[in-house]
């Protein structure tokens, strides 16, 4: 089973819904992120988590919100989904207790806004 | 402005050759890693190289580091069909909780 899963894989919605991406892991690992890859931008965070009672804004946060339910999950809301939100997401781990913060990401949700 | 930033960013190669990708960043890093993407799917670590090293192999890769001009160079030798997809790099700058920063890719290809 892999390590990093995230549901749905492929999602699409209209504009003005609300939308949920799930992360879910089994590495143990305390730090969790959510990027978003757009073509020609590589990837951007959205926000991060270095433990169950900590969020932190990351490079583009706007329209986006998370929850982190226990240590193994993280969620990522759009709260009213808009076009440009149309992108690639990916959830991320990695192990607090490595100082490189290597990380480990699952296979990514294809979110369409139409 | 981007912390890492890939250079070419685009590479087409013939099966056998290597293939270098060049990485360039701003400030003081703790480590570099590249990442490889093959088409729509997750980031995979290739490796890792820290401030403190010059050199490191792993396997058909070799990666530099060249602090004085902030740059780091991924090497693949004897390219395979295989090896064609995106190569990220990310550099963590120094800080306990400082985080990784990817560039924005190089989409590779080698024919067969």
């Known amino acids: 089973d892999a390590d990093v899963t995230q549901t749905p894989r492929n999602r699409i919605t209209k504009t003005g819904k609300r939308i949920m991406l799930e992360c879910s892991q089994t590495k143990g690992h305390d730090r969790m992120y959510w990027y978003r890859q757009d073509p020609g931008l590589g990837l951007r965070l959205i926000y991060y988590?270095?433990?169950?009672?900590?969020?932190n804004k990351g490079e583009i946060s706007d329209g986006y919100s998370v929850s982190r339910q226990a240590q193994a999950k993280f969620s990522l809301s759009l709260e009213s989904a808009i076009p440009n939100q149309t992108a690639l997401y990916f959830c991320a781990t990695s192990d607090l207790m490595v100082s490189t913060d290597t990380q480990y990401f699952g296979p990514g949700t294809r979110l369409t806004v139409l | 402005s981007q912390q890492g930033e890939e250079d070419p960013q685009a590479l087409s190669i013939q099966e056998g050759e290597n293939a270098t990708m060049n990485c360039s960043y701003k400030t003081s890093i703790n480590n570099l890693q590249w990442y490889r993407q093959n088409s729509g799917r997750g980031l995979v670590h290739l490796i890792l190289?820290?401030?403190?090293?010059r050199e490191k192999h792993s396997g058909r890769l070799r990666v530099t580091l060249d602090t004085s001009k902030k740059s780091s160079s991924l090497l693949i030798t004897a390219s395979r069909a295989a090896d064609t997809a995106s190569y990220f790099c990310?550099?963590?700058?120094?800080?306990?909780?400082?985080?990784?920063?990817f560039g924005k890719g190089i989409t590779l290809s080698v024919r067969p």
């Open positions: 988590s270095f433990d169950v009672k900590d969020i």
């Open positions: 990310a550099s963590r700058l120094t800080g306990a909780n400082s985080k990784l920063t």
């Open positions: 190289i820290r401030s403190n090293e």
